[in-house]
């Protein structure tokens, strides 16, 4: 490749070769290597200054940290934005931002994890909406039109795909369901939460077990599960009532893609793997039900389906459950994973 190029130093526009070499980078004090296209000077030899190489550089740099940190990239936040029709400015004071912020992020500056998380939780339109009840002013009257009708738009939307009826869950509130109602977008939402950490490596047989490791915790602390779901006792431990629906449901409705792949090449295994298509919802979780969570999340983040089976195969809550009989909640006394491993108990209490 040759680019066209003025060299300082022969004074004069080159027609110079460009490379691609190996460099390292800092950013916010961490070291990242990238591959990146360097121009030189053909007659003089020197590196040259190419604003649009440098620029691209740059970008792969912040990409790979943002990678790194689970962070949004220009691109989905531009997303989040554009589903309400709002401009940069008007979308930043809703937020509570600065003017300008949402502008600097859409060209490449990296946002801080806080508003990162506010930008995710924009996604959920019943938050732009209590963000717009407080805030009316930071949509001006030229804009006014147009995102109220794609608030109210995507608010029906939001509400159509939590409330699907094609499965008909179970609505008591007893100790098989953790003493609250079923909710299908808080369980879904969970799904999400654990695919996004787990990343590469999250199955249905994990998914499974990690929201039922997940609702027994909170159980144990706070005397209700988190997502209201019954859970069976299955071959492989623990299974959602209805985990033969969940799953497609959730690709169907765009949420997630199972991908048919090869787990284990080793012992032969196939199965599918669990990609997130959506931000989670975190505005439907307590502060508790959060940190329980996150605790399933970091203890199983690198178990294979085979292991997480393993361990909960080891809980008297399964070993003393009959097969395909529903679990009760009342072995949450005794699980073996304990949260207390990490943290104090409060943390994970209202
Ligand atoms: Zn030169």
Redesign the pocket.
Known sequence: MKRSVY?L??RKT?NADVVERKETFTVRGEAFEVLTHVAI?P??S?DLYDDELDANTQRLVFDQYRQKHGLLSPVEIREVRERYGLSQKAFSRLLGFGEVTIHRYEMGSIQEKAQDLLIRQAADPEFMQRRYEENPGAVSSREKGVFEKRLTDLLQKWKQSVSLPAISFYRNQDIYTGFIEFNLAKIMNMVLFFAKICSECFYPTKANKMLWYADMLHYRLNNRSISGSRYLCHQYGPVPEEFKLLYPLMEKEGLIELEYKEIDPEQGIAGQVIHPKSLWNKTLFTESELNVMKYVAERFKYYSGRQISEESHEEEAYKETPEYGFISYSYAERLRVDLLEIGTKEQYKH
Do not use: G, K, L
Request: with cysteine; charged share 10%.
């Open positions: 060299c130093e022969c080159v000077c007659q003089c020197q």
